[in-house]
């Protein structure tokens, strides 16, 4: 990637996250007020992700599971009739609004509109040096993977996509993506997998998916 069309992506990003923030902010407030009327439990569900380069950051999204969802039922799996789903969460699942809070970490660096989403520490320690490719550029609120199936084909197939993306990024792939996820987000494309669940990336390592958990729990 040359380095002045590197920093063009970041100005894009922190004029158009601006412009995003600025533009839904009642949005923020009423959705906010609506989650803590519904269950108990904080706003934004915070968690642990790795960023280009392979750093950690806190991501954000709108609380739309009871509050330590994680450890109960499917754990980090998730199902279309899931209990753990908050009535206002199947609302925010359905238009994909639990992603938006997102735009804090776009204007923090840690992430750009457009790129891999972001994965759990130990789904990347699992990674092989293929795999790992997919780092070398800031994680995104929306990717090549999201427009092309999304939650309905497997982590290998959308790594592998993601991988294609840095490989390929251009601003050109970058406003592609963008309009085509205006098209995925209207249909409601890709939200739960073919047999209504989101299966985790399960590394084939559990002994070092379960301390690379712990180090990041």
Known sequence: MRAETHTLKIIIDQILGWLIFLAFSPLFGLLAVLIRLDTPGPVFFRQVRIGQGGRPFVAYKFRSMVDKAVTMGLGL???VDDSRITRVGHFLRQTSLD???QIFNVLKGDMSLVGPRPTLPYQV???NDFQRRRLLMKPGITGWAQINGRNTIPWEKRIQLDVWYVENWSLKLDLLILLKTIRTWAR???LYGPSG?????RPLNTELSQRVTNVYS
């Open 77 to 79: 799996n998730v199902a």
């Open 125 to 127: 320690a699992a990674y």
């Open 99 to 101: 992603e938006l809070p």
């Open 197 to 201: 669940v989101n299966y985790d990336f």
């Open 188 to 190: 409601q494309e890709g």
